[in-house]
């Protein structure tokens, strides 16, 4: 009987503790909850700090909890700090705030590569090279304005889960990197400009809002030849600005960009083409040849198909059963990212 009451007593404790005072009374060293705060009441003020402080290539996985705040930083998570969660106190007061973008002159000097000013790929407000990556309730923000290419968050790491997160900039918002890398938004909000959400990756938008804040390209997928799939919205809600009225659905950047919206929410700033080729590119001069822009059951006032490029695609229903989370994401580990969520 005794036994038993103990036993209930540990669960009730367990279950109702502070994350806030269970982190702080680990072991310093290296402690599986970590917590940030700029008031210093937590074991760190900085965001870089607490990733620092992770064993480097640890076998468990780590949380970091932010209290609300503005941590204007640069944050860096490298290839050896795997397995960390960033979770927010809350969404819309948790935020990373940084303004660095293509053709800023770098205040230290010259980089690793001997360059003097910053290019898309160094104007990051968060990289995220590891892998085993989750972020949750954050915003993310590049606050350069339209200056240009200025990247928010710049993912290269495999098995990426972003939940319940904001990413907020102008061109250039999102870079999801890297051909092996694949990457899972759920209920996220990201806003931009110009080709906003870019890159290599393997990724899959599920129930996320997409804001263009002008007329121009949500989408600008560099997808290998080789990958089955590129970019992938399910259940997503496109909108835009109140001035916003000419916008397409994506442009490739690269001959084999890969994007597709399925069940999605299309605002009326969505053009009745829906895609555009971007022509003008000298290297690839003809890439909607080999393209694979695709939509499938969308709705809203610019989900029309009549007047789509005829080089875009509408799923049957055979193609449509292919688009899962499972079958998209899986690779040849099995991931499935809303058991790691």
């Known amino acids: 009987m005794k036994k038993s009451v103990f036993n209930l007593f540990f669960v009730f404790i367990l279950f109702t503790t502070n994350p806030w005072e269970k982190a702080l009374a680990q072991d310093p060293k290296y402690p599986s909850e970590i917590t940030v705060s700029k008031d210093g009441s937590a074991h760190y003020k900085t965001i870089q700090e607490a990733v620092n402080a992770v064993r480097d290539l640890g076998e468990k996985e780590v949380k970091i909890y932010i209290k609300n705040g503005v941590y204007h930083e640069k944050v860096i998570i490298p290839s050896w700090k795997t397995k960390i969660t960033l979770i927010g106190e809350s969404r819309e007061n948790t935020i990373i705030n940084f303004n660095d973008y293509s053709g800023k002159i770098i205040p230290a000097g ?18 995220v090279q590891a892998n085993d990556i989750k972020l ?13 290419q200025a990247v928010a968050l710049h993912i290269e790491g495999d098995r990426f889960i972003s939940v319940n997160c904001s990413l907020r900039g102008n061109q250039d918002t999102l870079y999801a990197a890297t051909e092996n890398s ?57 909108i835009a600005d109140s001035l916003v009225t000419k916008v397409y659905l994506g442009r490739p950047w690269r001959p084999y ?51 789509r490029v005829p080089w875009a695609r509408q799923l ?22 809303l058991i790691s969520e």
Not at 115 to 126: A, C, E, I, L, R
Not at 281 to 303: I, R, S
Not at 316 to 337: C, M
């Open 110 to 127: 010259k980089d690793e590569f001997g360059k003097d000013k910053f290019t898309t790929y160094n104007s990051y407000t968060v990289l």
């Open 136 to 148: 949750m309730n954050l915003t993310i923000v590049n606050a350069s304005g339209r200056v240009g």
């Open 182 to 238: 694949r990457q899972f938004y759920k209920n996220c909000f990201i806003e931009g400009t110009t080709d906003f959400i870019f890159g290599t990756a393997t990724v899959v938008f599920q129930d996320c809002t997409i804001k263009s804040l002008s007329d121009s390209y949500v989408t600008a997928a560099s997808t290998s030849k080789n990958q089955p799939f590129g970019f992938v919205f399910l259940n997503c809600k496109l």
């Open 257 to 307: 960009a890969k994007t597709v919206f399925l069940r999605c929410d299309l605002g009326k700033h969505i053009v009745p083409a829906g895609w555009n080729p971007w022509k003008g590119d000298l290297m690839f001069p003809e890439k909607e040849k080999t393209t694979f822009y695709a939509e499938y059951y969308n709705t809203g006032a610019g989900a029309s198909t009549q007047s």
């Open 316 to 337: 049957s229903e055979k193609e449509n059963k292919k688009y899962t989370i499972k079958n998209i994401l899986s690779g040849t580990d099995s991931w499935n990212p």
